[in-house]
């Protein structure tokens, strides 16, 4: 049996397109407002340090002794942030931190996790 070249280039055009939505699954970052770049100190309330991105929040304490919840949606890639020197271990929740914040443009009570010091100094991402 001989198979025509119609038949391959449908074959090749049907396995491109369901192999296509993975690729489309990555975002842009346009989102964020990378103009600012917000500091919070704060004590970490719970923490997802894995790919494709680190999300954090962050309890932070007002100046009138109010709390609010940063949310930090998204950061660095989680073996980014190890290959700089960054552990989970390091910013557990109930680590005092300082964290600086791109906010979502959409959300601007969200934010991409752009920086992390630590309270000895050690800063990364």
């Known amino acids: 049996m001989r198979i025509g070249w119609r038949y391959v280039a ?60 940063i949310d930090f949606v998204e950061g660095a890639p989680a073996n980014m942030a190890v290959r700089g020197g960054l552990t989970p271990e390091m910013i557990k929740p109930g680590t005092k931190v300082t964290a600086i914040g791109s906010p979502r443009r959409d959300n601007p009570s969200a934010f991409f996790l752009r920086h992390i010091k630590l309270a000895d100094g050690r800063e990364f991402l």
């Open 10 to 69: 449908a074959l090749m055009c049907g396995l491109a397109v369901t192999a296509a939505p993975p690729a489309f699954g990555h975002h842009s970052f346009a989102v964020y407002d990378f103009e600012q770049q917000i500091p919070f100190e704060g004590v970490v309330a719970t923490l997802s340090f894995k790919n494709p991105h680190i999300a954090m929040t962050l309890t932070h304490t007002r100046s009138d002794g109010s709390t609010e919840t």
